[in-house]
Nanobody, 121 residues
């Protein structure tokens, strides 16, 4: 099982980024996929997740600004991030699991290496 994230970068506050997560090695459509982030000195935070049926859950801190989606045909999950704030600065990780599907547990699934997002004020 392999997950590869991309799309991170540096943007100014108010800007947008779209993260991608290409997965391989399992039947992607049947898995829950999510994004979590970790900033230096801060606790890990589940940001968003999308279940195999397409239902989504977001952290309050990103609700209304971030959108998670997936394309089963491409084995790819996305995180569209709009209206970015400096406090969104973190390493963002994609995770997928056939067992764990909450913001607090998705990180327990298969994970990637992460992609850095930096938002300047």
């Amino acid at each position: 099982v392999q997950l590869v994230e991309s799309g991170g970068g540096s943007v100014q506050a108010g800007g947008s980024l779209r993260l991608s997560c290409v997965v391989s090695g399992y039947t992607y459509s049947s898995y829950c996929t999510g994004w979590f982030r970790q900033a230096p000195g801060k606790e890990r935070e589940g940001v968003a997740r999308i279940d195999s049926d397409g239902s989504t859950v977001y952290a309050d801190s990103v609700k209304g600004r971030f959108t998670i989606s997936k394309d089963n045909a491409k084995n790819t999950a996305y995180l569209q991030m709009n209206s970015l704030k400096p406090e969104d600065t973190a390493m963002y990780y994609c995770a997928a699991s056939g067992t764990w599907c909450s913001l607090g547990t998705i990180y327990l699934g298969y994970g990637g290496q992460g992609t850095q997002v930096t938002v300047s004020s």
